[in-house]
């Protein structure tokens, strides 16, 4: 073994959601086209009024939104959600106002996350469900401590010839 180390890393929580970003990530993952997952958002704004603004191209908030932030958790308690909005609301969250509040970055609407209205799945389509719970993992995302890990990398030399591994 020529070399042992250890390495402490941290990847933190993704930006929210702007139109774009969930176009893409809802094509990914169910085949939606951008004007699908546009059509469908629009519903979940308009009729249902469980998400904010859809057409916007910002992917954070302004400093208004961060005291509705424990309102629009409660509103997933009722969601698939249901088991980390309750740990939040008991336990408390964790929010990176210096990363996810750029008031500079938002022009007319901030980024698209739940807003406090009480999600009601049953009354949501398929699709509608599918991209609202892209919405609300990124949301909720947003809430949690940046992921801790560490990395172990080896290198043996064996007869003149170098092995590395690394392992996370």
């Known amino acids: 073994v020529t070399s042992l180390t250890k390495e402490d890393k941290e990847d933190k929580p993704p930006l929210l959601y702007d139109l774009t970003e969930l176009q893409r990530d809802a094509n990914l993952s169910y085949g939606f086209s951008a004007k699908e997952t546009l059509d469908t958002l629009q519903r979940l704004y308009e009729v249902h009024k469980i998400v904010t603004y859809p057409r916007t191209d910002s992917r954070y908030l302004t400093s ?82 940046p992921y801790k890990y560490t990395t172990t990398t080896c290198v043996i030399d064996c007869d003149g010839k170098l092995f590395k591994t690394r392992v996370t």
């Open 64 to 145: 208004d939104i961060v005291p509705t932030l424990k309102d629009r958790v409660r509103a997933l308690s009722n969601s698939d959600f249901s088991p980390v909005a309750k740990a939040f609301l008991e336990n408390g969250y964790s929010f990176d106002t210096d990363r996810y509040v750029q008031e500079a970055l938002v022009s007319d609407h901030h980024a698209i996350i739940p807003t406090e209205e009480m999600v009601k799945p049953e009354k949501l389509s398929n699709d509608e469900l599918r991209l609202f719970k892209l919405i609300a993992l990124r949301f909720l995302e947003a809430l949690c401590e």
